[in-house]
């Protein structure tokens, strides 16, 4: 049980690439998120799903998309990577409700140059 | 802006003593939980509070909320070296799926 795997653990992009984030979790959890760390700060909400096929946006959405084509996968994509986006990006899953725990997978390291 | 907020965004105390965590949220919430974060690496779960509950135990860990200050508070007695890490509480809207995140709090103690 491997619980939530991201990749890849680090990347770096020139400006105007794109590339996409892979997150996978065997859990069979229905709700899936993908989150932004920047220093000085908590965690902000990119997007989320809360099953297969579903997405919606989160707190800064703009820049990146997503998608849940199965339960398992949640993938998070930089259509033209910008220096703004120089981030430690985080994805989550949860079984889902209003009471539910949030499992961490350990993190992807973003440079944008 | 963020929901949650932690003080003091940082604290250093000797190992056995007992370190304090605040947090301050804006709206209406169904539950609280706080997180820890080992440096480079992701947020580990640690105890969740609902909105009906005041005050929560696990292990060496207190967890209190003040719904009608919006305020909920971490307490880690006889703290270890090991709890070095950066904590961080979430606050859960009633409104929706999202788990709004506050800065966080680094901690660090001292052998």
């Known amino acids: 049980n491997a619980g939530v795997t991201q990749t890849p653990k680090f990347r770096v992009l020139k400006t105007g690439q794109s590339m996409t984030l892979l997150c996978a979790q065997d859990m069979n959890h229905e709700y899936m998120y993908w989150y932004r760390q920047d220093p000085g700060m908590g965690l902000r909400l990119i997007h989320y799903?809360?099953?297969?096929?579903?997405?919606a946006k989160g707190e800064v959405p703009d820049g990146y998309n997503v998608s849940r084509l199965k339960k398992q996968n949640f993938l998070l994509g930089l259509e033209s990577a910008a220096p703004s986006q120089t981030s430690v990006y985080f994805c989550?899953?949860?079984?889902?409700?209003?009471?539910?725990?949030?499992?961490f997978g350990p993190g992807t390291r973003l440079l944008v140059l | 802006s963020q929901q949650g907020e932690e003080d003091p965004q940082a604290l250093s105390i000797q190992e056995g003593e007992n370190a304090t965590m605040n947090c301050s949220y804006k709206t209406s919430i169904n539950n609280l939980q706080w997180y820890r974060q080992n440096s480079g690496r992701g947020l580990v779960h640690l105890i969740l509070?609902?909105?009906?509950?005041r005050e929560k135990h696990s292990g060496r860990l207190r967890v209190t909320l003040d719904t009608s200050k919006k305020s909920s508070s971490l307490l880690i007695t006889a703290s270890r070296a090991a709890d070095t890490a950066s904590y961080f509480c979430?606050?859960?809207?009633?409104?929706?799926?999202?788990?709004?995140f506050g800065a966080g709090t680094r901690l660090f103690v001292k052998a």
């Open positions: 989550a899953s949860s079984l889902g409700g209003s009471l539910e725990t949030q499992y």
């Open positions: 799903s809360v099953g297969e096929g579903t997405t």
């Open positions: 509070i609902r909105s009906n509950e």
């Open positions: 979430a606050a859960r809207d009633t409104g929706g799926f999202k788990t709004i």
